[in-house]
């Protein structure tokens, strides 16, 4: 079972504009990873927000973690056409076993 | 250094057969986990490994599926009397410790026909 959702499910924008997805889980955590995947294969790493830290940053990325709400925003900024993938968000509990949510697509035009 | 690989990376097969997916981890790493993902969802947690023991395996969906690492490097998911609902990516990870990031191999597609 998945822990989490992703909203939205999908997003389309225009090269230059900003990306926003969410991501809601249900139980305690450790740290918070975030994660892209193109064309269905491998994964690549972004982030990790750990359960004290309220917001990071990684060059156009920026996470936010709010553990009261059970929620983090993942937020892309200056979209490029290259960013066009499927980003999930994953909770960690103890040993860092990983529990993704279903996975947002963006979709970013030219 | 080389990453995470996976073999094969794409398998089909016939319903009832053996099949076996293999990942060699980043060296040195200590942690190994295997995840299946299905179309339009997320990867799922399989089972963990730290060092040459199973840590937890709770994410196998019956016993028709077995995964080990002897030697606490490479690790080999066995899957038998494959069936159609078993195709899938199986993806595997490995993490320096437990509570690192984890690096993802490129996945083994595995049909079942």
């Known amino acids: 079972s998945q822990q989490g959702e992703e909203d939205p499910q999908a997003l389309s924008i225009q090269e230059g504009e900003n990306a926003t997805m969410n991501c809601s889980y249900k139980?305690?955590?450790?740290?918070l990873q975030w994660y892209r995947q193109n064309s269905g294969r491998g994964l690549v790493h972004l982030i990790l927000?750990?359960?004290?830290?309220r917001e990071k940053h990684s060059g156009r990325l920026r996470v936010t973690l709010d553990t009261s709400k059970k929620s983090s925003s993942l937020l892309i900024t200056a979209s490029r056409a290259a960013d066009t993938a499927s980003y999930f968000c994953?909770?960690?509990?103890?040993?860092?076993?990983?529990?993704f949510g279903a996975g947002t697509r963006l979709a970013v035009h030219p | 250094g080389a990453g995470v690989s996976q073999t094969p990376s794409n398998k089909v097969t016939e319903k009832g057969k053996y099949v076996e997916l293999r990942c060699d981890p980043i060296?040195?790493?200590?942690?190994l986990y295997w995840y299946r993902q299905s179309l339009g969802q997320g990867p799922e947690f399989l089972i963990y490994?730290?060092?040459?023991?199973?840590?937890?395996d709770s994410g196998l969906p019956n016993d028709r599926f077995f995964a080990v690492r002897p030697e606490g490097s490479v690790s080999t998911l066995k899957i038998q009397r494959t069936e159609r609902g078993d195709s899938a990516v199986y993806l595997c990870?490995?993490?320096?410790?437990?509570?690192?990031?984890?690096?993802f191999g490129p996945g083994t597609r595995l049909t079942v026909l």
């Open positions: 994953a909770t960690s509990g103890g040993y860092n076993k990983l529990i």
């Open positions: 139980t305690s955590i450790n740290n």
């Open positions: 927000i750990r359960s004290n830290e």
């Open positions: 060296s040195g790493h200590t942690a």
């Open positions: 490994f730290q060092g040459t023991g199973a840590a937890d």
């Open positions: 990870a490995s993490s320096l410790r437990q509570n690192n990031e984890q690096f």
